[in-house]
């Protein structure tokens, strides 16, 4: 798939999954910007598709011969890949008693294989070129709990360990894996979240509460932009932290998190979420 380019100029090569806005437009537009040589994927993306200096290709991360098909072509075009970022998500909020395993099956696909799928795929590449560096998008919601969205949390929770374990398997080799931790951002990631399909009248007054406390959170959300800077400085930090959070009070969060005990933490959770 080269596109006629001249790779002796290229520094870098990013693949950024879920490129088609929000987060991941912000994220692969700002290392354009950068000097790198960017690929986005969308599952609906066409071939030769360039926006804002992103070339665009079709991958969809539920699928292994997607995901195989579009890392071949970024490496037959450029014969490296730099930097991963895993960014491709879903949502889903309701009581975790009201959803079916259907749709659990369906956000962890995307959520957590997904990232293991294109991790897979590109590590090969940046363990021959003894180089390389994987942002995985995790969530604020991957170090705390997460009412009326259990399984998104449990997804978090597990690309939170998934990333950790793996940091510590690659890194003699030059590769080193790093978690972004939004907070609420700002972005088109509602418009890919789902509600739970079952309904059950007992959590109606809980999952209001914590929809009330989101939609409130909502309107001092961090830009998409803020999330794209986190991820530049993890993706290009010589020595990079384990975790970068971004968003309002998210790094205190983190901190109280650890280091208050856990029945305040909880106290404190509920009162916020209006659940006390």
Not at 113 to 122: F, I, K, L, Q, S
Not at 209 to 237: F, R, Y
Request: overall charge neutral.
């Amino acid at each position: 798939m080269n596109q006629g380019l001249d790779t002796s100029e290229v520094s870098k090569v990013a693949l950024v999954t879920g490129a088609s806005g929000g987060i991941g437009l912000a994220t692969a537009t700002a290392l354009a910007e950068k000097g790198y040589t960017v690929f986005g994927t969308s599952r609906r993306a066409v071939v030769g598709d360039v926006v804002a200096g992103v070339r665009m290709i079709p991958c969809d991360v539920t699928s292994d011969a997607s995901v195989a098909a579009a890392v071949l072509d970024v490496e037959a075009a450029f014969g490296r890949i730099d930097l991963l970022v895993n960014n491709a998500g879903v949502g889903l909020f309701g009581a975790a008693e009201e959803t079916s395993m259907e749709q659990v099956h369906q956000l962890f696909d995307t959520n957590v294989y997904g990232t293991m799928r294109m991790t897979h795929a590109v590590l090969p590449i940046m363990r021959l070129q003894r180089s390389g560096r994987i942002v995985n998008l995790s969530s604020i919601l991957g170090l705390i709990p997460a009412p009326f969205s259990a399984h998104y949390s449990a997804a978090k929770h597990a690309v939170e360990g998934y990333s950790e374990s793996l940091d510590h398997e690659v890194r003699g080799f030059g590769i080193r894996v790093v978690l972004v931790e939004p907070g609420m951002t700002q972005s088109a990631f509602d418009q890919n979240s789902s509600r739970a399909d079952g309904s059950i009248r007992d959590y109606d007054a809980g999952c209001a509460s914590v929809l009330g406390w989101i939609s409130d959170g909502m309107k001092v959300a961090d830009s998409p932009d803020g999330v794209a800077k986190a991820i530049l400085i993890a993706a290009e930090t010589k020595k990079p932290k384990l975790r970068y959070q971004t968003g309002k009070g998210m790094s205190r969060t983190a901190v109280l998190r650890r280091l208050v005990p856990a029945a305040a933490f909880d106290k404190s959770l509920r009162q916020q979420m209006r659940l006390a």
